[in-house]
């Protein structure tokens, strides 16, 4: 990781892999080209990098020049574009390549093609080392791409924040901590665990990922990933863990302004705790804590034995089908316990007493996460 004045940058792209990228752009640009003697021009600041690496790459003549524009203040794109130094020499009837380090609203480009609206060049291509394509707004044709980036500022190859990290050889991407209270929260069945959720939901502002209800959401709503899902279902083949990880994705991202989530149902393997490990990370955020309810065995049964008699629920009315949910569910949750544990993540909370009582251990637990 490194820090540039505020703002904190982690590893994203390699050197090895923008020379790829780059020799595959010489490569392709000249194939184009034919026998034409281009020019290529490049925007700067950012792009003096990409020009010389792809100067030295060009297996045939060419003429290399600049113009020089500005837009960015900071990490935000600007739609005020100013134009610092122009075309310097006659383009009429050449063929023109644009060299950008990046595009990312396509202002900039906007700028580029009312600068060439009056030249008669023979052809005007745009390449770019970088380009956003959530970010990008214009319509104008991008002939060449050396890398599609998701949306998020980066710097190094040329790129700046605020002037620093230009210099850098290999690309780094800004790492927005967000410091999130993440929770996994655990129970046997009988140990209040929906009531906790309610009230850790409210107390701190987080949103509740059951995994059972964004799967009925899913497949109510017909939505891509809840057809691919029941697709499973139907043939009574277990939803592969992508395809759930996927439908947990959208509901964090539904939820960007979040202060944390709670991952209730979820998840049951350590395949799947490392996807969502991987999940989080890429939102540069991470687990906080397995929160376990811990209940002694005798004390779950008598309370479900004694909540079947007014709910109605079938599954909680035979001691026998009790312990049996009971053993599985230690059966299962053993292997996240140990996960956890690994990282110390591991909370097992008392859960015998009043929901007061509960409420005030678990709190205890997350106000020193
Ligand atoms: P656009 O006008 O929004 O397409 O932005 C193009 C210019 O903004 C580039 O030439 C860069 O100077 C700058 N820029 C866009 N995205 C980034 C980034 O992620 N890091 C650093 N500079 C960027
Ligand atoms: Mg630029």
Same mark, same amino acid.
């Given at each position: 990781m490194i820090k540039l004045h505020d703002k904190y940058f982690k590893p994203f792209i390699s050197s090895q892999e923008i020379d790829a990228a780059m020799q595959r752009l010489a490569t392709d640009i000249a194939n184009d080209v034919g026998d034409e003697i281009p020019v290529f021009v490049g925007i700067l600041n950012g792009s003096f990098m990409v020009v010389s690496d792809f100067a030295k790459k060009y297996p045939k003549p060419c003429e290399v020049t600049f113009i020089k524009l500005a837009s960015y203040e900071g990490v935000k794109s600007t739609e /005020? @574009?100013?134009? *610092? @130094? %122009? *075309?310097?020499?006659d383009l009429t009837g050449r063929t023109v390549v644009i060299l950008e380090d990046i595009i990312d609203t396509g202002n900039t480009l906007a700028e580029v093609h009312r600068i060439f609206e009056n030249e008669q060049v023979k052809s005007l291509k745009i390449a770019t080392l970088f380009y956003k394509p959530e970010a990008y707004k214009k /319509?104008?044709? *991008?002939?060449? @791409?050396g890398i599609e980036i998701p949306n998020k500022f980066i710097v190094g190859y040329g790129l700046d924040y605020n002037g620093l990290g230009?210099? @850098?050889?290999e690309v780094y991407q800004i790492k927005e901590t967000q410091y999130m209270t993440n929770l996994v929260l655990f129970g046997p069945p009988g140990a209040g665990k929906g009531t906790q959720a309610e009230f850790l939901k409210t107390k701190y502002n987080l949103v509740h990922i059951s995994t059972g209800d964004v799967f009925r959401f899913n497949i109510k709503n017909e939505t891509a990933l809840g057809m691919l899902a029941k697709s499973y279902m139907d043939k009574g083949e277990l939803v592969p863990d992508q395809v759930t990880i996927d439908m947990l994705n959208a509901e964090v991202e539904k939820n960007s302004g979040a202060k944390g989530f709670i991952f209730d %149902?979820?998840?049951?393997t350590n395949a799947q705790a490392e996807s969502l490990d991987k999940l989080l990370e890429s939102k540069d955020s991470a687990i906080s804590a397995m929160v376990a309810l811990e209940v002694d065995d005798e004390i779950l049964v008598k309370r479900l034995l004694s909540r079947g008699k007014t709910s109605g629920r079938v599954d909680d009315a035979d001691e026998s089908i009790i312990r049996n949910r009971i053993k599985e569910y230690y059966d299962k949750t053993a292997i996240l316990k140990d996960y956890y544990s690994a990282q110390n993540k591991y909370y097992g909370v /008392? %859960?015998? %007493?009043?929901i007061d009582e509960i409420t005030l251990r678990l709190d205890a637990v997350i106000k020193n996460l």
């Open positions: /005020d @574009i100013q134009r *610092l @130094i %122009g *075309l310097t020499q /319509d104008f044709k *991008l002939h060449y @791409i230009r210099n @850098i050889p %149902g979820f998840p049951r /008392d %859960g015998v %007493g009043s």
